[in-house]
């Protein structure tokens, strides 16, 4: 899901998948960071069950966050960005 605001763009979805916490963090770092950002990994809660990433350009004032948490039924992220 996407929309535009006044001064940029920003959004934010929410997926659930069977891979890892750490595969997931591995996908989003990387493209992050191939994509221009500067990220920031920050292990929350219950080491290996929760992981934030925190991810801005200052070049082109973009900012993404993603939120990792493992449980039983599988890994949930969230994802949410603004660009100006």
Same mark, same amino acid.
């Given at each position: 899901m996407a929309f535009?605001? $006044?001064n940029g763009n920003k959004g #934010?979805? #929410?997926f659930?998948?069977?891979?890892s916490?750490? #595969?997931?963090?591995?996908y989003y770092e990387n493209a992050l960071k191939s994509a221009g950002f500067e990220v920031k990994k920050i292990p929350a809660g219950t080491?290996?069950?929760?992981i934030? /990433?925190?991810a801005s350009d200052n070049k082109t004032q973009?900012? #993404?966050n993603v939120s990792i948490?493992?449980? $039983? $039924?599988?890994?949930?992220?969230? /994802?949410?960005? $603004?660009g100006k």
């Open positions: 535009n605001a $006044e #934010a979805c #929410a659930k998948t069977k891979d916490i750490e #595969a997931v963090s591995a080491p290996g069950q929760s934030i /990433l925190d973009r900012q #993404a948490v493992h449980s $039983e $039924e599988g890994t949930t992220f969230n /994802l949410a960005f $603004e």
